[in-house]
């Protein structure tokens, strides 16, 4: 019975990547945004040993489903959409349905610290312009949650926009 009951469960927290201006509507994602979750599925590879991801979720919207993508197709998941309703219960539903395995959630600067704080009394603060944090969250059954905060692509601040990155000496 031990076995079955001391588990690790790792949830993987990003948030969606660079959008386009918003007229209204639901963007797209950015040139820059493209560009950086290119290299996602990759670097999620490059952080498990074992290369393995059991779950995605993403936020039901665009720019959060262009973002799971690469993760979706790096270890050939489908991509679970969340709702806006869904959000208040989703750290309940990983606890009980996900126990000793690896998801990958994809959400907002408003919606990941959220959970994240209700599955391990941790307060992390996403910057309206942070989109390349990644947090890790151990949760080990028995034992403390540990957070780890990881970054991926290029900074926001380093970032060379289309237009420059395009132009020549």
Do not use: M
């Not at 209204?24 to 996602?40: F, K, M």
């Amino acid at each position: 019975w031990l076995g079955s009951w001391a588990r690790t469960t790792v949830v993987v927290f990003v948030r969606h990547a660079e959008s386009q201006p918003a007229s209204g509507g639901d963007p797209d994602l950015s040139i820059t945004g493209e560009r950086r979750v290119a290299a996602l599925g990759g670097f999620l590879a490059d952080l498990f040993v074992a290369g393995k991801v059991d779950h995605l979720y993403a936020a039901d919207t665009r720019r959060a489903q262009q973002t799971a993508a690469p993760v979706a197709n790096q270890f050939g998941l489908p991509i679970n959409l969340l709702a806006s309703n869904d959000w208040p219960t989703l750290a309940r539903r990983i606890k009980s349905e996900h126990r000793g395995e690896t998801v990958v959630v994809v959400g907002y600067a408003s919606t990941l610290p959220v959970v994240l704080a209700q599955l391990t009394d941790t307060k992390v603060d996403v910057g309206e312009e942070e989109f390349d944090s990644v947090f890790v969250v151990v949760l080990p059954s028995p034992g403390q949650p540990r957070v780890l905060r990881l970054h991926y692509g290029a900074s926001a601040a380093t970032a060379v926009p289309a237009a420059e990155s395009q132009t020549g000496p």
